[in-house]
């Protein structure tokens, strides 16, 4: 009996003209994604179809749950579009099943096919009544889902259905920049853009000496988790200490965050063009802390023109732990190493700053140079999804 693993796209049915390139772009993933494993891929408009080692499904199952657009997967028997054919399949896959109730559904996609789908319902249940002892019917709560999906090349049978991830094939959007902290909000932030297709690199600012190298492989360790969801990802490492001590040593303490965020979103736009990403991304939820008040964002955003997307702006801190935690990212964003923001955190940044003073307290040092170097200067890291695969490229 042959199986073969039964791909639905979901939410991708939806784009009319631009069908073809989204799945054209999940297809390649998937091969991407499996592509050390023997397998066959083969697509149609509303299915994509695998065709695998029995050895081998755990491992596709963990790698196909990571891909996005997909939005549910079956393991399917495969059989000829022929009835008899279809009877015989089911008689022997049923008697191979503990159940006491079940439900045929009967999808018949090849409108050739003689039978409608209520008749094929009425006939298979039929012959699992009659080949099966000690089953009945029951259309509301069935132990047992019979899914019959009649197609033009071949048929399908299966009993189970698999949650996908959902969202849009990663690099159905150009790129965007992450800004990574090893925080808890902004791998999650990182993660809902992957699943709107967006494709990131991420972008770390450290402040070695006042920062750990341990901060740092917090970051790695994050960008691998959400390099699962991608092929590789590559990590941006700033080196951001001379220009905090800048600020810290010529702006006014409750400014300091304010100027530190906007030096980030300086740096962030230069590497956005330097490496091809067409919007920032990072973890602000509104309220959060003072600079993420709508008056610090304003403030603070003034100097890019390029959109900032704030997936989790809206979100509850609890309600982005729990995606954290789905995420497998919590557990290493809790770990307590000190991030550049948390060394030099004042004791009362500004809750409401103004835009004339932000700039009055920038005209105290000149900031440009810095930032070019910083953005010249920058330390790229290949960080892939398995154990101790990245490596250094600069
Ligand atoms: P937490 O989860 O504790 O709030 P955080 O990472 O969200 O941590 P914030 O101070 O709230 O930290 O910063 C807001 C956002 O700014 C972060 O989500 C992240 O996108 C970005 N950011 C902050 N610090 C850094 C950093 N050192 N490197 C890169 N991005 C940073
Ligand atoms: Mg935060």
């Known amino acids: 009996m042959k199986r073969v693993i039964l791909i639905k796209y979901g939410e991708l049915t939806t784009k009319k003209g631009n069908r073809n390139f989204f799945i054209n772009t999940l297809y390649k993933n998937i091969k991407n994604k499996l592509k050390k494993l023997d397998v066959i891929i083969s697509k149609d408009r509303s299915r994509m179809y695998i065709e695998f080692h029995d050895s081998d499904l755990d491992e596709i199952k963990n790698k196909l749950d990571c891909i996005f657009g ?59 009544l009659k080949n099966k002892d000690n089953v009945t019917v029951d259309v509301h709560h069935p ?71 341990d901060a740092r492989n917090k970051v790695i360790e994050l960008s691998k988790k959400l390099a699962k969801y991608s092929d590789e990802i590559h990590l941006h490492v700033v080196n951001f200490t001379k220009i905090q001590e800048e600020i810290y040593k010529n702006c006014h303490p409750s400014y300091c965050i304010t100027i530190m965020r906007r030096m980030m979103y300086r740096i962030m736009e230069k590497l956005a063009i330097k490496y091809h990403g067409l919007v920032i991304i990072n973890g602000e939820s509104i309220g959060q802390v003072a600079s993420q008040t709508l008056t610090s964002m304003n403030v603070i955003n003034e100097v890019t023109s390029m959109p900032v997307i704030r997936p989790v702006a809206c979100f509850d801190k609890l309600e982005i732990i729990d995606l954290a935690k789905k995420i497998d990212t919590y557990d290493i964003s809790i770990l307590p190493y000190e991030d550049c923001c948390t060394v030099f955190v004042p004791k009362h940044p500004v809750i409401n700053p103004s835009l004339e003073q932000a700039k009055k307290e920038e005209s105290k040092f000149d900031f440009s140079s810095m930032i070019d170097d910083a953005v010249d200067n920058v330390n790229t890291i290949v960080v892939c999804e398995e154990e101790n695969t990245f490596k250094d490229l600069l």
């Open 70 to 128: 997909i939005h549910m997967y079956h393991i399917a028997y495969i059989v000829d579009t022929n009835i008899d054919s279809i009877k015989n399949l089911l008689i022997e896959l049923v008697q191979k099943l503990e159940f006491s109730t079940f439900k045929v559904e009967t999808k018949r996609s090849d409108k050739s096919f003689s039978i409608h789908s209520q008749e094929m319902n009425r006939i298979l249940g039929g012959v699992v």
């Open 143 to 213: 132990e047992l889902f019979i899914k019959v999906e009649i197609r033009e090349s071949h048929s399908y049978i299966y009993f189970n259905a698999y949650q996908g991830a959902g969202g849009y094939p990663l690099g159905s959007q150009p790129k965007g920049m992450l800004m990574l902290s090893g925080g808890i909000d902004s791998p999650v932030s990182g993660y809902l853009a992957m699943k709107r297709g967006v494709p990131i690199d991420c972008v770390y600012f450290e402040a070695i000496p006042h920062t750990s190298l």
